[in-house]
């Protein structure tokens, strides 16, 4: 058996889905989509995280001669319903700072890799799924998903975990297309709420509600808060329309019986008015994109959503915290989710803080209290 046969045959017992090789030649069609649309991608274009450095993996590690591709099925167990719609379910088993079994089976690799005398390195920034196509793992789908290709029944719920190695392996035959049906009608495009998906696989990545929910500083741009709905870390709306997945949506998978225990800490009230302590100790380790000292980015999502749940049952904590919060963006947030759930008392609570409220606040009152009147 030669160390490709023996690196697959490791992976698969392990529990990883699947494994498959490339070489470390620049991802050219992935410079090439980059560069066509570089407005939208000038943010990521920096010194710690250049997307056109990590599309070149042997310019920027010359010692590497291989691209190794493993990827994991995350969605091998229910989620918690009050968690849908609100996370995305990649995030809910990110283990990497919990260091749970997902990290552990990745460590065991890592040690046989070590033990055949394999160096390895895993770049974050290596572009995962061009790496899994090129590697004949995944082929995409219309909404720049990678879909799995010889496991998982063709679905989604990829996790991709690129890995260069200084060992020569024969390449595999990629499976760079579009995989989606014929038939299918562009669901995901139609389906997107922010529009960032506007074209076969093409996507404003800044209109993303992922991108908006841990990325984006400020207070969220007007036309994107109600399209956003009750998401706030995250988003799978283009996953869970796409024929593709219903086969194994539609499973009977069982239930997470550890992420349903925590998955009041990450309820929408609970988001909005949680201390530090909270937000460090429950929520951060799950879901640390946000800076452990931005919990006000939680918080601000966390009142948006509660604005387009509908349910005013939650105006007086939305004027509570309009009044009392810290952070003005929050604050903000506060107003416009109450003149979205309308009626008297949020009416009331908004014309209470007209007059001493400033700047941000006191345009988002304004605002508010225009939309309630109108």
């Not at 690129?162 to 499976?175: K, N």
């Not at 009331?348 to 400033?358: M, N, V």
Request: positive net charge; proline residues 6%; glycine residues 6%.
């Amino acid at each position: 058996m030669n160390l490709k046969q023996r690196m697959r045959e490791r992976a698969l017992e392990l529990g990883f889905d699947d494994i498959g090789f490339t070489t470390t030649e620049p991802l050219d069609l992935y410079l090439k989509e980059i560069d066509s649309r570089g407005d939208m991608y000038d943010w990521v274009m920096t010194d710690k995280f250049n997307l056109r450095e990590s599309a070149s993996p042997r310019e920027k590690h010359p010692w590497a001669r291989s691209l190794l591709v493993l990827i994991r099925n995350y969605h091998n167990r229910s989620f918690p319903p009050q968690m849908i719609g609100k996370i995305g379910r990649r995030y809910l088993i990110d283990e990497r700072v919990e260091k749970g079994v997902e990290h552990r089976r990745l460590v065991d690799f890592f040690h046989f890799l070590k033990d055949e005398g394999v160096r390895h390195f895993f770049d974050a920034a290596t572009p995962a799924r061009m790496s899994a196509a090129r590697a004949g793992l995944v082929t995409y789908g219309k909404n720049c998903f990678a879909f799995a290709g010889r496991s998982m029944l063709g679905a989604s719920w990829v996790l991709i975990l690129p890995l260069l190695i200084d060992a020569e392996v024969a390449p595999d035959a990629p499976s760079i297309e579009v995989g989606c049906p014929s038939w299918c009608r562009d669901v995901c495009i139609a389906a997107c709420p922010t529009r960032a998906i506007y074209a076969q696989k093409k996507m404003r990545p800044q209109k993303c509600i992922a991108f908006q929910s841990y990325y984006s500083k400020g207070i969220t741009p007007m036309e994107l808060r109600e399209p956003m709905g009750t998401w706030v870390y995250g988003c799978d709306r283009c996953q869970e329309v796409c024929p593709r997945n219903q086969p194994w949506m539609n499973q009977d998978l069982p239930t997470n019986g550890p992420l349903m225990e925590r998955a009041g800490d990450f309820s929408l009230d609970t988001l909005l008015t949680m201390s530090e302590k909270h937000y460090v100790e429950k929520v951060w380790p799950l879901a640390f994109y946000i800076a452990k000292e931005n919990v006000a980015k939680w918080q601000m999502n966390a009142a948006r959503a509660l604005g387009n749940l509908g349910d005013r049952q939650f105006v007086p904590l939305l004027a509570q915290y309009l009044a009392e919060n810290e952070s003005e963006k929050v604050r903000g947030m506060c107003a416009w989710a109450l003149g979205r759930l309308g009626g008297p008392a949020a009416g009331k609570a908004l014309a209470s803080r007209r007059q001493t409220a400033e700047g941000l606040v006191k345009q988002e009152i304004e605002s508010a209290l225009e939309n309630l009147a109108s």
